[in-house]
């Protein structure tokens, strides 16, 4: 029991250190723009969680393509080159989970002070109430690339059938 609690702490742990950082990023980020404009701080907002969505899927599609095994082919020590690779994967932690993780600490904490407001200072305060709707922005965010994923390949699955029917019949 204790050899499969101490691996899945150190996961959860890197999960929080990720939100954390992440969650600083976004405050600076967030504030910094606010200064100019509170809509610029949620089309920033909404620009970054685009774009670290589409880099981590990025990654995630390179990872999945035949270059990367021919690149692992050939190289010298191929079995070091899998093995680590594979602990890389094993590690991953995933960017969508931070991002869920961090927005569902910012509804609690939106809520909190709700009823609390002097409870942080007034810049803290701002960009947890201004962002505590961000989750369903995520959410709708999430599903959207998720389903343009899932058309593109029934649309490339269905164009690989009408090209092999059409082949097989102009013979």
């Known amino acids: 029991m204790l050899k499969k609690t101490i691996p899945r702490s150190k996961y959860l742990l890197a999960e929080l250190l990720g939100t ?7 405050y600076f980020v967030f504030t910094w723009l606010a200064g100019y404009s509170l809509l610029y701080a949620y089309f920033g907002n909404l620009a970054l969680i685009v774009l670290l969505i589409a880099s981590e899927e990025y990654l995630l599609r390179a990872l999945e393509s035949e270059a990367i095994f021919k690149r ?29 993780l961090f927005y569902v600490f910012i509804l609690i904490f939106s809520k909190i002070l709700e009823t609390n407001p002097g ?31 899932n058309e593109r390949e029934r649309m490339n699955k269905l164009s690989a059938k009408l090209e092999k029917y059409f082949t097989e019949n102009q013979g």
Do not use: C, M, P, W
Request: proline share 0%.
């Open 72 to 100: 692992l082919s050939e190289r010298e020590t191929e079995e070091a080159a899998y093995r680590s690779l594979q602990k890389s994967i094993e590690n991953n932690i995933s960017f969508k989970t931070i991002l869920y």
């Open 119 to 149: 409870l942080v200072g007034e810049d803290l305060s701002s960009f947890i109430l201004s962002n505590n709707y961000s989750i369903l922005l995520l959410i709708a965010l999430d599903r959207l690339i998720g389903q343009f994923s």
């Open 20 to 26: 954390v950082i992440y969650g600083v990023v976004i």
